[in-house]
């Protein structure tokens, strides 16, 4: 079991994505799901692949599962187009034609899906793009009943001469997925529109007005560390997920021999929770290949898929970061009253894991389903332990569940005649003396009571609330009383806030201002290197650990460096009276473009937590650095812009 280091909570800031309008196009009111050429075939489709794995579609019953989108990706076409300006197949490669390809799959129950590219060239080939051809274009593939296009981003800035790749073009993608958005809107049949230009420009403020889904960042590789780099990224997309419009994670490498099963476990199962769309890269059938069973039994996992497609259309998010111990937490809501939980185990060995259901917001579940250990217990309080392979993930569904910091007597507590209640397990996240314990009784009352923590505190109160002392981890909470309890609700500590402001700085460190960004203080602290650091002195009531609410930014995107070891994270430390660190490794806060906006996502706040340990009474020496870096990788450490003391 591991212990407590981190806790990441949502920022304000991070909660607008419903403000912003959106296609209505009557698709993808769940996330679609489908197979595609690339991930396994690169560049190099044919007839004869599309067809066979289209109907092992069928054949396995991953179709009546919902992978119904069959999408050819480049290599399909040639260089010219016809000398009326449409676009044409490779007759070599495909020679019954497209349209052909769409009765074909039409017959088999699937749905026809296109590539193209908003540039004059396809992505990977000298074949002809649609950019100045997209009305003629979209109405080409509506005539061969093409039922989705997936629409890419290769040979596009004319200013610089149209490069392969382009990330940081002259003008903003959006306007050219705009024409190419208005075009399919006119063709009279319905067509569902990815739109595939790889997270420049922060496409979340832009893309859901235009398409169905959108690519947050750049192309998933063979490669483990890719499922670290893409979740990263989708930190500040997850709010802008719901029906019509996703946040698309790229296609899946479930059963291409890339990862272990544990590994692809985890990589569909928060695809799934994040409502990415499921798109099959792999071979499932061809003259040389089949799909192994173990793989095919992960993309068929119902209750996964289930999770994916839930009617409520909400997306999980990040909750807790362990960066030294090697794991976290992610949670959303799904319909019925449920929650949906992946733990991930970022270390390639086996070992228990604990989740407490407060991270999650949650302090009960009467049902705890572990999807992958397919297991269910019964009557969970407060925590949940199960062992998870290396590099996987303990996915849970929890059902009949009470909101954190609620205690029901008939639940937590264990009584002692009519006189004395002993409520177990009571969660407490930082360690403080100013707690608020409000009791409700069975029936009105204003007795005294007497109530003693397992910190050794003792009080009496004739209030239906009090203040009390409560140690970071679990507690015990006994009240002496007449009157039958029925619940006690727990209240942390607002805390203190300390901005960036009150830090002194070393070294390279700067204090710099915002604009309107760098919320709530409108500065932030940055060029934080190794050899420099932002330090001040902070008051604590008690000893012990305490939790910090940390204001952090970080929009280091992955472009190029995607291919490599770029991970859309920054290293932060923090350490108290001289102690160890504690190292986080942040994700992406950025929530406007990179390129155009004001503060180019350098403005955007995200609010990350940590336990610390060290605290003594009195003032305390409080230091953010950047110590270690990610193994050395990291010149500079996320800017910080304030801390929220929990005392």
Not at 232 to 247: C, K, L, R, S
């Amino acid at each position: 079991m591991e212990s407590i280091v981190t806790l990441l909570l949502l920022s304000p800031v991070l909660a607008a994505g419903s403000l912003h309008p959106r296609i209505d196009n009557g698709l993808a009111k769940t996330p679609q799901m489908g197979w595609n050429t690339y991930n396994h075939y690169s560049c190099s489709p044919n007839e004869a692949i599309v067809r066979s794995n289209a109907k092992a579609l069928v054949d396995l019953g991953l179709s009546a599962l919902g992978y119904r989108y069959v999408t050819t990706d480049c290599g399909w076409s040639v260089a010219d187009r016809l000398p009326n300006g449409t676009l044409t197949w490779n007759e070599t490669l495909f020679p019954s034609g497209f349209p052909a390809m769409g009765r074909y799959l039409h017959g088999l129950g699937l749905l026809f899906g296109v590539y193209e590219d908003s540039g004059i060239k396809m992505c990977g080939t000298d074949h002809a793009g649609s950019l100045y051809h997209e009305g003629q274009d979209a109405q080409t593939f509506a005539e061969w009943g093409a039922d989705a296009l997936k629409y890419d981003n290769c040979y596009s800035d004319n200013a610089t001469n149209y490069p392969n790749v382009n990330y940081e073009p002259s003008t903003s993608p959006s306007s050219r997925y705009q024409i190419m958005s208005s075009a399919l809107s006119r063709v009279g049949r319905p067509i569902l529109f990815q739109i595939c230009e790889w997270g420049i420009d922060f496409p979340a403020l832009w893309a859901p007005a235009l398409g169905n889904s959108w690519r947050i960042g750049n192309d998933i590789i063979p490669a483990w560390r890719t499922i670290f780099r893409t979740l990263n990224q989708a930190v500040p997309n997850t709010d802008f997920a719901g029906p019509g419009h996703w946040p698309d994670l790229d296609m899946l490498f479930v059963g291409n021999g890339v990862f272990s099963v544990p590994e692809e476990q985890t990589h569909f199962s928060l695809w799934a929770i994040l409502k990415s769309p499921l798109t099959i890269g792999a071979a499932l059938k061809d003259d040389v290949t089949s799909i192994n069973q173990a793989s095919l039994e992960v993309l068929k996992q119902k209750d996964v898929i289930g999770f994916n497609q839930d009617s409520l259309g909400v997306s999980a998010s990040l909750k807790r970061r362990w960066s030294d111990e090697g794991y976290e937490v992610w949670s959303g809501p799904l319909s019925g009253n449920r929650t949906v939980v992946a733990v991930i185990n970022w270390r390639n060995e086996s070992r228990d894991l604990t989740l407490d259901l407060p991270d999650v917001g949650l302090q009960y579940a009467q049902v705890v389903r572990n999807i992958w250990g397919n297991t269910v217990v019964r009557d969970v309080r407060t925590s949940y332990t199960a062992s998870v392979a290396g590099h996987g993930t303990m996915l849970l569904e929890l059902q009949g569940t009470v909101q954190s910091g609620s205690y029901p007597a008939n639940i937590f507590a264990n009584s002692t005649g009519s006189q004395k209640t002993t409520f177990q397990s009571v969660y407490a996240a930082t360690t403080s003396a100013n707690y608020t314990l409000a009791i409700s009784f069975s029936r009105s009352s204003t007795e005294t009571v007497t109530i003693t923590t397992s910190s050794g505190q003792t009080v009496s109160t004739s209030g239906k609330s009090t203040r009390i002392a409560l140690t970071a981890g679990s507690n015990t909470i006994t009240i002496q009383h007449t009157t039958p309890i029925e619940s006690i609700q727990i209240t942390p500590p607002t805390g203190t806030y300390y901005a960036n402001t009150v830090f002194n700085v070393t070294g390279s460190a700067q204090h710099t201002t915002c604009g309107s960004g760098c919320s709530p203080v409108g500065s932030k602290i940055g060029y934080l290197s190794p050899n420099s650091n932002a330090y001040t002195s902070i008051p604590a009531t008690t000893p012990g650990s305490k939790y910090l609410a940390i204001d952090y930014i970080n929009n280091d995107v992955a472009f190029s460096s995607s291919w490599g070891w770029g991970s859309n994270s920054r290293n932060l430390t923090v350490s108290i009276n001289d102690g160890a660190p504690v190292r986080l490794e942040v994700p992406l806060s950025g929530r406007h473009s990179e390129l155009y906006s004001p503060g180019k996502g350098w403005w955007d706040t995200a609010t990350l937590g940590v336990l610390t340990s060290g605290w003594k009474k009195g003032q305390n020496k409080v230091v953010f650095g950047n110590e270690g870096g990610q193994n050395g990788f990291q010149t500079y450490a996320a800017d910080f812009v304030g801390v929220r003391v929990w005392d």
